[in-house]
């Protein structure tokens, strides 16, 4: 079987007519395979479902490239021209997956044949007849087309959200002077404008060290509430729409409401279990976040005489405050050893060190932009190339704000090599740890990705366990972004040392404070996600703030509207929990390899073989139990959180 090529980008100019072309292509040829499919199917279930997977791998890995090049293309016509892609496809999959016909070639299969499917056939089959149940198949002509048009509407609504939310930057302006407490690179690298004031973007390296950093009490703050606010007031509005199309949609196939339709294919499995465990991990975290936010408000109390909180504007300040003088990291003196491109390479020796793996630059390929390298990646002896990577790193107008990985092309074996994006915001300069740790665990996705894309179905392709599943790799890679010996290897300052273990060791106390507040402040979020789905207030501002004063460790900033700009509200819906629910099982697994000797090649490779490399081929809770011996548990986590 020969190794599939990796997809020939075009170049810069010629992007549009190449996605609209390619998007014609795949789409015509997706509607032929399902005519064929459904006039003449194959006479055995294998190669029906075959068949099937064929036509899902074009489909998915047209959405994929569509929903990448709409988030990082330079130019808004490609991005323009990329979302209308995205609407096709999923109107095609819509179209598809509601065609009473084609489901009937699925559900009539002879018994005998589905009987000798072998286990991964017989799930896909099992998974095939679930997505036309839930797409509405079987409810009648009005219902389906009904349906049809709040999923059209739906992902015009979703891109505009995240569109919105995207080109919102919005700027704060300060003196010099106001600036008092900001890293010498920083200020080198926002030189006064022709008014003499410096422009502080509510980009990540622009706002997060402003926060952090700045003395001024008002510019923080000023700069808090611009990125509370990017997305208000437009956004509101569209949030409201889809929150009552989804819960429309999941009514029309038979739901109660949305968290429940949600949260049937995940892990989770139930809507009402969804605030059963954001209360759970809430009282949990109750006493630790109680004792450290103490420690916080003293501090605070010292400049702020008389406050009965620490204000959200402040908290990163402050915090950054206590590390200095309670645990003696100042993340000043922590960020010189976080070189942006010692710690790239680090990144790619560290991983390819844990998994067996090696990269090799690739050079002569076409890219969106200049800032993007690329990587194929290979086992580290002999071996056919496993896939392919690219890695935009820092900010840039138009680009996707925050942090996350994109499919390129999903892997299937000797059909598609898997290719994965990591799309990120850092510094080109000096980082700091928070950003090493982001990247350490959204590379976790990305070898996610390219390992579980090695198997024979798409279905099954990389990154394709239950939701809520989909972070506990990523978040327990995590762990090796804060060893002492594995930051060594990469983590030196400008004369060439090495980061100290005791520095690590304090910078671990340190980060260790606050997360019993951290973990409620992250229920906020969850209970935000979770409520606005489930009730679909008329006043979200009124609402976010009843959650807020009851999960978050932070009062209200008055005037804001944090919800306009909550991109997971968008593709997470009603499930951000799951990045809790995933922390916990990553502690778990985390607590199966040898912490004197993270490296150690018998654990990272029954986790890569059993976890990883699996993709979706088995439900989430047998891959961790495979790896484990048992069921997974929340006691690694309780454990942590107190400890």
């Avoid at 409810?139 to 709040?150: C, F, N, P, Q």
């Avoid at 366990?465 to 983590?491: G, K, R, Y």
């Avoid at 439900?619 to 309780?638: I, K, M, N």
Wanted: hydrophobic letters at 40%.
């Amino acid at each position: 079987m020969s190794t599939p090529e990796p997809l020939v980008l075009p170049e810069t100019d010629a992007a549009e007519a190449w996605v609209k072309e390619r998007t014609s292509q795949t789409l015509t040829h997706v509607r032929e395979l399902a005519e064929r499919l459904r006039t003449a199917p194959p006479s055995q279930a294998l190669e029906v479902l075959k068949a099937w997977d064929q036509l899902s791998l074009e489909l998915g890995s047209l959405g994929g490239l569509a929903g990448l090049l709409a988030n990082v293309h330079p130019f808004e016509a490609v991005r323009t021209a990329c979302e209308d892609t995205e609407i096709e496809v999923d109107r095609l999959r819509t179209e598809l997956t509601q065609d009473q016909a084609l489901y009937r070639v699925f559900a009539d299969l002879p018994d005998d044949q589905t009987a000798a499917l072998d286990p991964l056939a017989a799930r896909l089959l099992e998974k095939t007849l679930q997505d036309f149940t839930r797409a509405g198949v079987d409810r009648d002509d009005a219902t389906r087309a009904r349906l049809t048009e709040i999923n059209e509407r739906l992902t015009e609504l979703n891109l505009e959200f995240s569109r919105v939310t995207r080109d919102d930057v919005r700027i704060t302006t300060a003196t010099p002077e106001q600036l008092d407490g900001m890293p010498a690179d920083w200020l080198e690298a926002h030189p006064v404008n022709d008014k003499g004031l410096v422009e502080i973007t509510t980009d990540y390296p622009d706002a997060l060290p402003a926060r952090m950093f700045v003395k001024d009490p008002a510019i923080r703050r000023a700069v808090t509430v611009a990125g509370l606010e990017r997305g208000w007031p437009h956004n509101d509005a569209v949030l409201k729409e889809m929150f009552a199309l989804r819960h429309e949609l999941a009514d029309l196939v038979g739901y109660e409401d949305w968290p429940a339709f949600d949260a049937a294919v995940k892990m989770i499995g139930e809507g009402p279990a969804i605030p059963e465990f954001i209360d759970r991990i809430a009282a949990a975290a109750e006493g630790r976040m109680k004792r450290d936010l103490e420690v916080l408000l003293d501090r605070y109390d010292r400049d702020v005489p008389g406050a009965s909180a620490v204000s959200a504007a402040d908290a990163l300040y402050y915090e950054e405050l206590v590390r200095q003088e309670k645990y003696d990291v100042d993340s000043q003196v922590v960020r010189t050893y976080f070189d942006f491109a010692k710690v790239h390479q680090g990144l790619l020796d560290v991983t390819g060190r844990l998994f067996g793996l090696r990269y090799e630059p690739v050079s002569d390929v076409v890219t969106w932009h200049e800032d993007v390298s690329v990587f194929d990646v290979y086992p580290s002896g002999d071996g056919e190339r496993l896939g392919r990577i690219y890695l935009d790193l820092h900010p840039r107008e138009g680009k996707y704000k925050h942090a996350a990985q994109f499919d390129l092309a999903t892997g299937v074996k000797g059909r598609q090599l898997p290719e994965g994006v990591l799309v990120c915001n850092f510094s080109r300069g000096l980082m700091e740890h928070d950003h090493v740790v982001t990247l350490f665990h959204e590379f976790g996705h990305l070898i996610h990705h390219v390992l579980g894309g090695q198997g024979e179905w798409a279905r099954f392709s990389g990154v394709a366990t239950e939701w809520d599943f989909v972070e506990a790799p990523s978040q327990m890679l995590e762990e090796w972004a804060w060893d002492a010996e594995v930051l060594q290897t990469f983590a030196t300052n400008e004369a060439g040392e090495p980061i100290p273990a005791d520095l690590v060791a304090r910078m671990r106390a340190a980060d260790d404070f606050g997360k019993g507040y951290h973990a409620r402040q992250q229920m906020f979020y969850a209970a935000i996600s979770y409520w606005f789905h489930k009730e679909q207030p008329e006043d979200l501002t009124k609402r976010l703030q009843e959650l807020q004063a009851a999960y978050s460790p932070y009062p209200y900033l008055d005037g804001t509207h944090f919800f306009a700009n909550f991109g997971h509200l968008g593709g997470y819906s009603s499930a951000y929990y799951t990045y809790m629910w995933s922390l916990v099982i990553a502690k778990d697994l985390f607590s199966a390899f040898d912490r004197d000797d993270l490296f150690a090649p018998e654990i990272a490779g029954r986790y890569r073989d059993l976890v990883l490399a699996r993709g979706g081929e088995k439900d989430a809770a047998d891959l961790v139990a495979d790896f484990l011996g048992r069921p997974y548990s929340f006691d690694a986590y309780a454990a942590w959180l107190v400890s």
